[in-house]
Every structure is written in structure tokens, then in C-alpha cells.
């Protein structure tokens, strides 16, 4: 099932489990974190009113709260990721990057972390994410190379996609669409893995149907991280 279906992405995100499988494999890591590289390009963007889409279980909209003193409103598709975003104290709305419930001109910076590759209709959820922005407001998008985890992806025999995604590849187009000034940052290194069972895990939590990984895997087993980082102005 595509990784941008609505019902794929509920269930896919129905629990943590599948996001916290995906994230330890990226345990021991060298070069610029993504992370890192998106909460510097928020930080220089000094926000006031933030909206966070796609948010999780709500780390980084609490951490903007905390840190930045930022007024941050969160939207999720996910029941269960919007109550845990609530338990962090955060504003968490269920809701839809493509029918955002907020006015015109509502916030002075949006976030979308590794999530609009989850949206059908990427050009409405950009356009969106744009409308409710201040003119000179930002977005900052985060995604991935349809290089990244290459190696891992052979391995597991992953399938050749039959429709488009947002990524680093593609991701200026999209936005240039709706913005009017585009930057991307790139944020690459390499991820060593010494467990066979961390790859396990993450095969096991993909939405697509892949091979297991084989018994015989040679480990460490090393793949390289593309990721971009977005920041759009309107």
C-alpha cells in the first residue's frame, strides 16, 4: 500500500512502535544530524507562532515551546499521536495538512519533519502550509534522498516506487509552487548498524512489502543518510 494512502499512514502510526523502530537505527550515526541542521534553521527564524504538522509524539513542538518560548499549535492525523502530544503540554489538534482549521496568516513559521512524503495531495498541503504563514513567514520541511538508506533498501529487496514523493529531489519544485524564495540544506553521513535485529525491526515497521532481512547479514552493516532540510519563504 502506498506510503501516502490515509488509512496506510493511520495504521501506520495507530501506535509509536513502528516510528521508535525506525529511529534506533539511526543509533550510531556520523556526520551533520538532520535534526541538528532543522532546529538551527528554526532557531535563526526566531518564531513566535509556530504550527507543527505531522508532529509525532510531539517532541520537537514541546521542545520549541520549552526553548524557543514559542506559542506552537500541532496537527496530526493520529489520534494516538495527538494524545501523546497533548501529555507533553502541547496545543495538539487531529486535523489535516490539507484542510488546515486556521485562519489565513495564523503563524509566522510552519514545521513538517518527515511527513509530507505522507501527503496525497502534496501541492494542496504546501499550498496550504502557505496560506496560513504571514507573508515573509517560513516553512521548514525536512525529507529524505530517494537515495537514502540505499544500501538497506537493496537488501530488503524494498520496491521501486510507482508514484512520486516529496524529497530532496524533487522537494524545491514543490515549493516553489507556493513560495517564493526556496533554500535547501543538506544533512548527510553514514549509520553503522551492529545488530541484526535493529534491522529487523525497521524492515518489519515499513508499509511496504519487502524481503526480510537474511540471517547471514554481515555486520557491522554500514548505509549512508541523505537528508535535505527545506526552509521556504513566503
Known sequence: MPINDPQSVQEQYASEQNLRAR?????????????????????????????EVGGGPGELSERMQRELGADVAYVDISPHMVGLARERGVDAHLGDVQALPFADESFDTAVAAWMLYH??????????LARVLDPGGRLVAVTNSERHLFELRDLIAYPAREFELFSRENGEEYLRQSFSHVERRDADGLVTVRDRAKLAAYQESLQVA???VPDEVELPFVVHRACSIFVATK
Open 119 to 128: 501527503v496525497p495531495d502534496l501541492a494542496r498541503g504546501i499550498a496550504e
Open 210 to 212: 519487502t524481503q526480510p
Open 23 to 51: 529511529q534506533a537505527l539511526y543509533e550510531e550515526d556520523e556526520g551533520p544530524h538532520p535534526w541538528v541542521v532543522l532546529w538551527e534553521a528554526l532557531v535563526e527564524g526566531a518564531p513566535r507562532r509556530v504550527l
